[in-house]
C-alpha cells in the first residue's frame, strides 16, 4: 500500500508489492515477513483460455501504481505506457493501427471520446490525440498529477487530480471549463478515483472520504454523502480515501473506501441504500446480479447488488496485491503481482482456471471487449485471451 504525504508518495501499512515480490526471508534479518502472499495450490482446471496476441506497449511501470489501463471501442484496442507511447491495436488479431510518442511521464489512460483519447501525466499534463491516426490534437496543463483516467463527454473531459481536483477541460482546445475541489488530509492512499458520467452528473470519489455528484454543464455540487469518516489515533488508521473506481448500474452507484464501507446510492440523490463492511481500493466490478470486489487485503468478494448480501468469498488470494475483477462469460477475472490472471465461478467463486500473463504485476483490472480479455501488465506488455473452452456436445 502506498500513500502520500505533503505531495509525496510514502509506503506504510501492510505488505507493497515490491515487498511480495521478494523472497519472505532475509530482507528483515532473516525473519519471515508478516503476512505472506497465499501460496498458490493445485486444482483441476474446468475452463481452457488461451493467448490470442501480445505486445509492448512502451516501458514497464514496476512500482509506480499508474492508472494506465486498455480502452476500448469494441473494435479497436487504445493502450498508453509510462514512456509517452500510445498505440492503437485491431482488437481481435492485435494488429498495429498507429503508434505515437508523446514524449510524457504518462499516467493515466486513455479515455476515449468520440474521436478523441485523452490520457494524463505524473507533471500535470493532459493530453488529446486524434483516435484515427493519433496525432496530438492539444496538450493542456492542471494543477497537480494524474492518477484516474479520464472520462469524456461529447465536449468535455473530466479530470481528477491528486490535490483533490475535478477539472473539466473542452475537447475543442483543452481550455478550462469549469473545476471543483474538496478539501484533503495530509495523508492520502496513492491513486485516486475516477470520474463516471450519468447523462448531465458527473461522480466522483475523493480521498476525504465524500462521494461527489456534480453538473457537467457548470460543475455545481448536486449533493456530496461522507462514506467513509476518519477515525482512529494515528494519520494511517485515519485515511478514508475513496480510491476505487466507482461502479454506476441503471440508476444505483456503487463505491468503496480504502478503510471499509462498500456502498450503494441512488445517484439522483446519493441516497444510501446498503452498507457493508468491506474494505477496497483495487476495484470492483458487475454482472446482472452481482457486484464482485477486490478487497484491501486481496480477497475476492461477490455481492448481491441489489440487497448487499454476501454470496461468496474467496480468501485463496490473500496478500497476491490482485487488480480490480472483470465480469468474463460466467466467470471472474483477476490478477496478481506475479502476473497470474485467476478465473472464478461467478456463480459459486469457486476456482476455475489459471493462466499467466508474463511475470509481472497485472496492472489494471483486466478489460472484456466482446469474446476477449486484455490484461495489462507492469512490464509495459499488452496480452489478449479468449476461452477456448471445448463446447458440451
Not at 477515525?231 to 485515519?238: H, K
Request: hydrophobic share 40%.
Amino acid at each position: 500500500m502506498w500513500v502520500r504525504h505533503g505531495g509525496a508518495a510514502l509506503r506504510a501499512g501492510s505488505i507493497a508489492a515490491a515487498v511480495l515480490a521478494l523472497s519472505a526471508c532475509g530482507w528483515f534479518g532473516g525473519e519471515e515477513i508478516e503476512d505472506p502472499p497465499a501460496e498458490l495450490v493445485k486444482f483441476k482446471s474446468t475452463l481452457r483460455i488461451k493467448k490470442v496476441w501480445s505486445d509492448s506497449v512502451g516501458d514497464g511501470t514496476k512500482a509506480l501504481r499508474l492508472a494506465l489501463a486498455p480502452a476500448s471501442d469494441g473494435s479497436v484496442i487504445y493502450a498508453a505506457a509510462h514512456d509517452g507511447k500510445v498505440t492503437a491495436y485491431e482488437a481481435v488479431k492485435g494488429r498495429k493501427l498507429w503508434r505515437r510518442k508523446t514524449k510524457l511521464p504518462l499516467s493515466a489512460g486513455p479515455g476515449i471520446g468520440e474521436s478523441l483519447l485523452v490520457l494524463g501525466s505524473n507533471n500535470g499534463d493532459v493530453v488529446a490525440l486524434n483516435r484515427e491516426d493519433g496525432t496530438t490534437r492539444w496538450r493542456a496543463g492542471v494543477s497537480s498529477e494524474v492518477l484516474a483516467a479520464p472520462a469524456l463527454t461529447d465536449d468535455l473531459a473530466l479530470i481528477r487530480t491528486v490535490d483533490g481536483k475535478l477539472i473539466a477541460l473542452k475537447l475543442s482546445d483543452g481550455s478550462e471549463a469549469w473545476f471543483a475541489q474538496q478539501t484533503i488530509p495530509r495523508l492520502t492512499v496513492r491513486g485516486t478515483s475516477a470520474p463516471v458520467i450519468r447523462g448531465n452528473v458527473v461522480v466522483c470519489g475523493f480521498d476525504n472520504g465524500k462521494l461527489a455528484a456534480y453538473s457537467i454543464s457548470d460543475g455545481s455540487l448536486l449533493w456530496e454523502v461522507l462514506l467513509t469518516p476518519p477515525s482512529g489515533r494515528t494519520e494511517i488508521d485515519r485515511l478514508s480515501d475513496l480510491n476505487a473506481d466507482v461502479q454506476l448500474v441503471g440508476e444505483d452507484i456503487y463505491a468503496a473506501g480504502y478503510q471499509g464501507g462498500l456502498s450503494s446510492l441512488a445517484v439522483e440523490s446519493g441516497q444510501i441504500l446498503w452498507t457493508r463492511e468491506i474494505a477496497s481500493h483495487a476495484g470492483m466490478a458487475s454482472d446482472f446480479l452481482n457486484l464482485y470486489v477486490a478487497g484491501r487485503k486481496s480477497s475476492l468478494y461477490a455481492i448481491a447488488r441489489s440487497t448487499g448480501r454476501e454470496m461468496w468469498r474467496s480468501d485463496s488470494l490473500l496478500n497476491r496485491d490482485i487488480s480490480g475483477p472483470a465480469a468474463f462469460g460466467n466467470s471472474v477475472v483477476v490478477g496478481d503481482f506475479e502476473g497470474y490472471l485467476h478465473f472464478f465461478s461467478a456463480s459459486t467463486g469457486k476456482l476455475r482456471t489459471r493462466v499467466r500473463a508474463g511475470s509481472d504485476r497485472v496492472a489494471a483490472p483486466p478489460l472484456v471487449v466482446n469474446e476477449l480479455i486484455y490484461v495489462f501488465t507492469d512490464s509495459g506488455k499488452l496480452f489478449a485471451f479468449r476461452d477456448a473452452t471445448p463446447e458440451e456436445k
